[in-house]
């Protein structure tokens, strides 16, 4: 697979010489006056890491010669114990070959092997700042750090001894023995592993913010709040430290500082931890500096490895978790978007249907009908001038009869007659809703706007779904719910900055029916929908139910003055 490096790709060779050069050159351990961190070895596995493959000699090179560089100008330093090798490297025929490939070369080319592998499973630069891909960052570079460590190991082995390196000075050598051999350098190992790591993955994060634009973006207000917050929170954790040096406070103030790492991994991701976790490895190393902290240097590598790892782990989970975020809503706006579309569909086309049905429903009483009635009109003239011809004629009479009812119903159907001659508010009014209801034994009321103009002014399609809707809500109260009374109301008004149509249907009967619920509401809901409105079905307090339906209007037909949305 190849590497995916970003911007890294466009770094030209000689550049990635220099830049591991200087990288060894200003942060390996024996040029600091602390070992805790090893940022030299954490900046050359990173150029190794974000570089494509090509560019590693560059790398390798550039760190062996700094390196060797630095044996050259450290030469003159005298060892401050007499050489005891416990490996005897004089028995290889070329004891300073070994010894400069151990001491220049062999970290740059050990760490390739895990460097392989990292990007082999990784694929990019992009996959190494999400949760998956954070944890095997974490894996490769303890593998790194391990193989790295081995090197010291053999070199300290050719030496006997084991000792820091501080500002390019050996302080406190130990004479390797029998006796102290497995503890002194179980010691060494774990203090170098852990310096190795820890400077691997403090510079990794911050070259991963560097290289990808989603982490850089929006770096602004985090920077200006490490600077207000994050830096004077380390500036009073060393003046704390100033005037109270020892006891158990600094152990208090150092989880102090972790749970500051912690809120800006909240708070900014893998970046915010990047950047916590670097102030507070400064803070902890100035420490080290200024007042020798380094009998529990272990410890406090373990305390800021644990928890920087963490920190990392845990920003990469919340960028994922807000790219996730992201996403979700994006997908909900367009699902949003889709279902606003279909509905505004779905209405233009069940307005674009009831206008084709009002045309039809005109073309056939004005054709169909006349016709019927011309043939009416001649059977009965046929029947006055000829007395042999009535048993025939008063046949087709009947059938014409019959031919005019089912027009009139097939008419009804498709627009009814009450609806186009008085309009909505006199069609439920005065037409045959009122006319069943009373029928049937209910007092009937209906409730109208102080303009009932407005009505008026409905679309074909609305006036229809909303007629339509009153008399299956009054049917079904004549069926089911043995009300004494059922009251209908039509407003016109606003909702949430649109014009509404509102039907309300209530009566006094027993409530919530099974039937109500059945293909009658389901067919009041179908109108509603269609027209991009709604449906809610309620009991009443006082006994009975509450149909309400709210249609849209097109704005230019639309006139009223508002009303708040019902409570659920």
């Known amino acids: 697979m190849r590497w995916d490096a ?17 990288s060894v050159q200003a942060f390996w351990p024996g040029a600091l006056g602390f070992w805790h961190w090893n940022l030299g070895a954490g900046a050359m596995l990173g150029a190794l890491l974000v570089a494509p493959a090509r560019m590693w000699p560059w790398i390798v090179l550039g760190t062996g010669l700094s ?14 114990l007499p050489l005891s090798p416990i490996l005897d490297f004089e028995r290889t025929g070329c004891a300073e070959c070994v010894r400069m490939f151990i001491g220049h070369w062999a970290d740059a080319l050990l760490v390739l092997l895990p460097v392989w592998w990292l990007q082999g499973r990784l694929g990019g630069l992009k996959a190494c700042a999400t949760p998956q891909g954070m944890a095997i960052l974490h894996l490769g570079v303890l593998a790194a750090a391990a193989l790295q460590t081995l090197t010291d190991v053999l070199w300290v082995l050719g030496e006997g001894f084991v000792a820091d390196t501080r500002h390019r000075e050996v302080v406190a050598p130990v004479l390797i023995t029998a006796a102290n051999a497995a503890e002194l350098l179980g010691a060494f190992f774990l203090k170098n592993a852990l310096g190795y790591f820890l400077g691997a993955m403090l510079v990794i994060p911050l070259l991963l913010w560097l290289a990808l634009p989603e982490l850089r973006r929006g770096s602004g207000p985090m920077l200006k709040e490490v600077g207000l917050v994050l830096l004077p929170a380390a500036g009073a954790f060393l003046t704390l430290l100033m005037i109270f040096p020892e006891g158990r406070l600094a152990e208090l103030l150092r989880l102090l500082l972790i749970a500051a790492v912690v809120v800006f991994a909240v708070r900014h991701g893998l970046r915010g931890a990047a950047l916590s976790v670097l102030v507070v490895s400064l803070a902890l190393g100035i420490e080290d500096h200024l007042w020798g902290a380094s009998d529990s240097i272990i410890w406090l590598q373990t305390f800021v490895a644990i928890a920087g790892a963490m ?90 009869l019959h031919m005019r009812t089912t027009l009139r119903e097939a008419l009804e159907a498709l627009r009814p007659a009450a609806l186009v001659e008085l309009g909505l508010a006199k069609a439920v009014d005065l037409g045959v809703i009122r006319e069943s209801a009373e029928r049937s034994g209910l007092f009937f009321e209906l409730r109208l706007p102080r303009d009932p103009r407005a009505l008026n002014q409905l679309d074909a399609a609305t006036s229809i779904a909303a007629y339509r809707i009153v008399q299956e809500a009054v049917n ?36 919530r029916s099974p039937a109500v619920f059945g293909r009658g509401l389901q067919g009041i809901r179908d109108r509603a929908i269609t027209l991009t409105g709604d449906l809610r079905v309620t009991q009443r307090c006082k006994g009975g139910t509450r149909v309400r339906a709210w249609l849209r209007l097109e704005p230019e037909k639309a006139l009223g003055e508002p009303y708040a949305e019902p409570a659920h």
């Open 6 to 22: 970003g911007v890294f790709a466009r770094v030209p060779g000689p550049a990635w010489f220099i830049v591991a050069a200087v």
């Open 67 to 80: 390196i060797l560089l630095s044996g050259w100008l450290d030469q003159e330093t005298q060892s401050p």
């Open 476 to 511: 079904n109260v004549i069926r089911h719910a043995e009300a004494e009374w059922v009251s209908v109301r039509l407003r016109v008004g606003r909702r949430n900055s649109r014009r509404w149509l509102l039907v309300s249907i209530e009566d006094d009967g027993r409530g």
């Open 311 to 400: 920190a990392l782990m845990f920003g990469a989970s919340m960028d994922q978790l807000r790219l996730q975020t992201a996403q979700l809503r994006q997908a909900r706006e367009r699902e949003q978007r889709i279902l606003h579309d279909l509905a505004e569909a779905a209405a233009r086309n069940v307005r674009a249907q009831e206008l084709e049905r009002g045309r039809i429903a005109m073309d056939l009483h004005d054709s169909l009908g006349q016709d019927i009635t011309a043939l009416q009109t001649e059977l009965k003239l046929i029947q006055l001038e000829s007395e042999a011809a009535r048993p025939w004629t008063h046949q087709l009479l009947g059938l014409a």
